[in-house]
C-alpha cells in the first residue's frame, strides 16, 4: 500500500559520510507515493553532489537560506508549509546538536523552527560520537519534545570501528515516515462526503454551473480514508482525481446529488457537504437546443431542495459539516446558515479572493461551530482537510 501517496516530505541532508545514502532513501519514500524536497546541508554537500540528488527527487535542491527566488523571499517558510513531514537523514551530531538549541543559522535549522508536522531524525555517525554524554543528552532533549529518531544501526563503521552508529536502513527509514500517517481517528466511522460542482441543463447543450474543482472535497475524503474512515463520496462536475478507495457515485444535477444524498445518508456517522450544489434549477429546460432568433430569452429559475438542511432535519441525523462558500458578509452569513440550517459545523470559504478557494490547490478557511470561531490559515487543500478534521474530531466526537 502506497501510504505517502499524496505526501509531501522534506529531507535534509546533513554532514555524514552516509549521506551517500540519501538518494536511495529519497527513492524508498518515493515508492511509498511521497514527492521529496531535499534540503543539503553545507557539511552534507562535501558528502553527496546537489545534482545526484535533483535528479533522484527531481525537485531542486534546497541549499540556500537566502533565496531570492522564493515567494517574498521567505523560502524557509515556504517549505515548512509545504512539508507533512520532515526527515532528516543521515542527521550529523553537529545538527543534532543544533536543533536541540533551537539554532536558526541555516536553511534546515531555520525550516525546521517553521515546522509543526511530524520531524525524524536519524542520526549516524562514529560509536564514540554517537555514544558521548553530549550527543545522548541531545537526543533525550528531542524526544521529549516528540520528535522520533530513528536509531542508528550497529555494524562495521566507515571508520574501521564496529559499534553502532550506522545510519538505519533506507527501507525502515521510510516505513517510520509512513507510519506517522497511520491514524485510526476515525476507525470505524462512516463519512459521506458530497464535492464538486453540480450542472443544471438548459438545454441539452448548455447549463448553469459553478467554478468548483471539487478539490478540497477530495482532500477531505483522502484525509478521511487516512484515519481509518469508511467513506462514501458523492461528486458533481469535478478537475480532480477520485480515491480508488472511497465509494464513489456520480451525480449531474442538484436533485440527483439530493437523491443519491437521501439514499445513502443512513447509518452515516458524519455527513460531509462539500459540493457546490446550484440553488437553483431551470424550470421547463428544453429537450431540444434552443436555438436564437433575435430576441430575448427569458430563463425560470426555481429554488432547489437544500440538501443539508434536509440532512439536518432526519431524526436519526449524522453530525453534520457544511461549507459555506461566500463573498460578502461573510462571517455574517455562515453564522445565519450554521443556525439556520442546525448543523453542527460550518467552514466558511471566502470565495472573493483569486489566490484561494474555488478551483485553487490552497485554502483558507473559517471553523464555525456553536462554541469556537477558528481561522485556518493559507495552505493546501490537503493540509487545510487535516486541519479541519483534527477540530471537527476534537470538537464534535
Ligand atoms: C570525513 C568526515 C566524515 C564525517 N562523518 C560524520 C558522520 O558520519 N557523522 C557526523 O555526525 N559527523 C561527521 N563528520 C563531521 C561533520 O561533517 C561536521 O560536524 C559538519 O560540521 C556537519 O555539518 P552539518 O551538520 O551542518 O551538516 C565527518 C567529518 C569528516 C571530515
Same mark, same amino acid.
Request: with cysteine; proline share 2%.
Given at each position: 500500500?502506497?501510504?505517502?501517496?499524496?505526501?509531501?516530505?522534506?529531507l535534509?541532508?546533513?554532514? $555524514? &559520510?552516509?549521506?551517500?545514502?540519501?538518494?536511495?532513501i529519497?527513492?524508498?519514500?518515493?515508492?511509498?507515493?511521497?514527492?521529496?524536497?531535499v &534540503?543539503?546541508?553545507?557539511?552534507?554537500?562535501?558528502?553527496i553532489?546537489?545534482l $545526484?540528488?535533483?535528479?533522484i527527487?527531481?525537485?531542486?535542491?534546497?541549499?540556500?537560506l537566502?533565496?531570492?527566488d522564493?515567494?517574498?523571499?521567505?523560502?524557509?517558510i515556504?517549505?515548512?508549509?509545504?512539508?507533512?513531514?520532515?526527515?532528516?537523514a #543521515?542527521?550529523?551530531?553537529?545538527?543534532?546538536?543544533?536543533?536541540?538549541?533551537?539554532?536558526?543559522?541555516?536553511?534546515?535549522?531555520n525550516?525546521?523552527?517553521?515546522?509543526?508536522?511530524?520531524?525524524?531524525? !536519524?542520526? !549516524?555517525?562514529?560509536?564514540?560520537?554517537?555514544?558521548s554524554?553530549?550527543?545522548?543528552?541531545?537526543?533525550?532533549?528531542?524526544?521529549? *519534545?516528540?520528535i522520533i529518531?530513528?536509531?542508528p544501526e550497529?555494524?562495521?563503521q566507515?571508520?574501521?570501528?564496529?559499534g553502532? +552508529?550506522?545510519l538505519?536502513?533506507?527501507?525502515?527509514?521510510?516505513k517510520?515516515?509512513? $507510519?506517522?500517517?497511520?491514524?485510526?481517528? =476515525?476507525?470505524?466511522?462512516?463519512?459521506?462526503?458530497? =464535492?464538486?460542482?453540480?450542472?443544471?441543463?438548459?438545454?441539452?447543450? *448548455?447549463?448553469?454551473?459553478?467554478?468548483?474543482?471539487?478539490?478540497m472535497?477530495? !482532500?477531505?475524503?483522502?484525509?478521511?480514508?487516512?484515519?481509518?474512515?469508511?467513506?462514501?463520496?458523492? /461528486? +458533481?462536475?469535478i478537475?480532480?482525481?477520485?480515491?480508488?478507495?472511497?465509494?464513489?457515485?456520480?451525480?449531474i444535477?442538484?436533485?440527483q446529488? /439530493?437523491?443519491?444524498?437521501?439514499?445513502?445518508?443512513?447509518g452515516?456517522?458524519?455527513?460531509?457537504?462539500?459540493?457546490?450544489?446550484?440553488?437553483?434549477?431551470?424550470k421547463?429546460?428544453n429537450n431540444? @437546443?434552443?436555438?436564437?432568433? +433575435?430576441?430575448?430569452?427569458? =430563463?425560470e429559475l426555481? #429554488?432547489n431542495?437544500? &440538501?443539508?438542511?434536509?440532512?439536518c432535519?432526519?431524526?436519526?441525523k449524522?453530525?453534520?459539516?457544511?461549507?459555506?462558500?461566500?463573498?460578502q458578509?461573510i462571517?455574517?452569513?455562515?453564522?445565519?446558515?450554521? @443556525?439556520?440550517?442546525g448543523?453542527d459545523v460550518?467552514?466558511?470559504?471566502?470565495?472573493?479572493?483569486?489566490?484561494? +478557494?474555488?478551483?485553487?490547490?490552497?485554502n483558507?478557511?473559517?471553523?464555525? $461551530?456553536?462554541?469556537?470561531n477558528? @481561522?485556518?490559515? @493559507?495552505?493546501?487543500?490537503?493540509?487545510?482537510?487535516?486541519?479541519?478534521?483534527?477540530?471537527?474530531?476534537?470538537?464534535?466526537?
Amino acid at each position: 500500500m502506497n501510504r505517502l501517496t499524496n505526501k509531501h516530505i522534506i529531507l535534509g541532508v546533513s554532514g $555524514s &559520510i552516509s549521506a551517500y545514502k540519501a538518494p536511495d532513501i529519497v527513492r524508498r519514500l518515493q515508492d511509498l507515493g511521497a514527492q521529496v524536497k531535499v &534540503i543539503l546541508t553545507e557539511g552534507g554537500a562535501k558528502f553527496i553532489t546537489e545534482l $545526484s540528488l535533483q535528479s533522484i527527487s527531481k525537485n531542486k535542491v534546497h541549499r540556500n537560506l537566502w533565496d531570492e527566488d522564493a515567494k517574498l523571499g521567505m523560502g524557509h517558510i515556504e517549505l515548512a508549509k509545504w512539508a507533512d513531514a520532515i526527515l532528516i537523514a #543521515p542527521a550529523s551530531a553537529n545538527t543534532v546538536a543544533n536543533i536541540t538549541l533551537g539554532k536558526a543559522d541555516d536553511l534546515l535549522s531555520n525550516v525546521i523552527l517553521a515546522n509543526d508536522t511530524p520531524l525524524l531524525i !536519524a542520526p !549516524a555517525m562514529n560509536l564514540k560520537m554517537y555514544q558521548s554524554h553530549a550527543l545522548q543528552d541531545n537526543l533525550s532533549t528531542l524526544v521529549s *519534545r516528540r520528535i522520533i529518531i530513528i536509531k542508528p544501526e550497529s555494524g562495521k563503521q566507515a571508520c574501521g570501528d564496529i559499534g553502532i +552508529g550506522r545510519l538505519a536502513e533506507p527501507s525502515s527509514i521510510a516505513k517510520q515516515v509512513a $507510519s506517522q500517517f497511520i491514524s485510526t481517528k =476515525l476507525t470505524g466511522k462512516k463519512v459521506l462526503i458530497t =464535492l464538486g460542482a453540480t450542472i443544471e441543463a438548459i438545454d441539452p447543450v *448548455r447549463f448553469i454551473s459553478n467554478h468548483s474543482s471539487g478539490k478540497m472535497g477530495m !482532500a477531505l475524503v483522502n484525509t478521511c480514508l487516512e484515519m481509518g474512515a469508511s467513506v462514501t463520496c458523492i /461528486y +458533481g462536475n469535478i478537475t480532480t482525481t477520485l480515491n480508488a478507495k472511497s465509494n464513489n457515485i456520480s451525480i449531474i444535477s442538484a436533485q440527483q446529488m /439530493y437523491t443519491k444524498v437521501m439514499d445513502s445518508i443512513t447509518g452515516q456517522d458524519i455527513f460531509i457537504a462539500c459540493a457546490a450544489v446550484s440553488d437553483f434549477s431551470v424550470k421547463n429546460s428544453n429537450n431540444q @437546443k434552443i436555438k436564437k432568433d +433575435g430576441q430575448n430569452l427569458t =430563463l425560470e429559475l426555481i #429554488p432547489n431542495k437544500d &440538501i443539508l438542511a434536509d440532512v439536518c432535519k432526519l431524526k436519526e441525523k449524522p453530525i453534520c459539516m457544511g461549507f459555506a462558500a461566500e463573498t460578502q458578509n461573510i462571517l455574517k452569513n455562515a453564522q445565519k446558515k450554521l @443556525k439556520n440550517k442546525g448543523c453542527d459545523v460550518i467552514i466558511l470559504n471566502d470565495v472573493s479572493k483569486a489566490d484561494f +478557494g474555488f478551483n485553487m490547490d490552497e485554502n483558507e478557511v473559517v471553523f464555525l $461551530s456553536r462554541n469556537l470561531n477558528k @481561522k485556518i490559515a @493559507k495552505n493546501s487543500k490537503q493540509k487545510v482537510a487535516k486541519k479541519i478534521l483534527e477540530i471537527f474530531i476534537k470538537e464534535c466526537l
